[in-house]
């Protein structure tokens, strides 16, 4: 049974940060790229940062260069560090596994809120 398990979400006020964990379980966890997302109400998930198996990493535009994606396979944990935020950072942060045969797992998400 595959787990995936946000935690670290929180109110943080405007240019505050917050470290985003989310603990894996069932999964060969070195193996999959994993990724985080997130929805705000009322939007779409959105894509947010990819790190690769390999240990790529790839972000979108609107958290490049204040976020960092991290994975540390001894203990099945994936992590995204999150520096200056704003308020429209505010959203659900949602983690997902890839695994090599393409399927995919979701966790049921952390709330992120960001005061102005």
């Known amino acids: 049974q595959v787990r995936l398990v946000e935690s670290g979400g929180g109110l943080v006020q405007t240019g505050g940060s917050l470290r985003l964990s989310c603990a894996a379980s069932?999964?060969?966890?070195?193996?999959?790229?994993m990724a985080w997302y997130r929805q705000a109400p009322g939007k779409e998930r959105d894509w947010v940062a990819t790190?690769?198996?390999?240990?790529?990493?790839f972000y979108d535009q609107s958290v490049k260069g204040r976020t960092s994606i991290s994975r540390d396979n001894a203990k099945n944990t994936l992590l995204l560090q999150m520096s200056r935020l704003k308020p429209e950072d505010t959203a659900v942060y949602y983690c997902?596994?890839?695994?090599?045969?393409?399927?995919?797992?979701w966790g049921q998400g952390t709330q992120v809120t960001v005061s102005s």
């Open positions: 997902r596994a890839q695994t090599v045969d393409n399927t995919f797992y």
């Open positions: 790190i690769q198996r390999d240990g790529r990493t």
């Open positions: 069932g999964i060969i966890f070195s193996e999959n790229h």
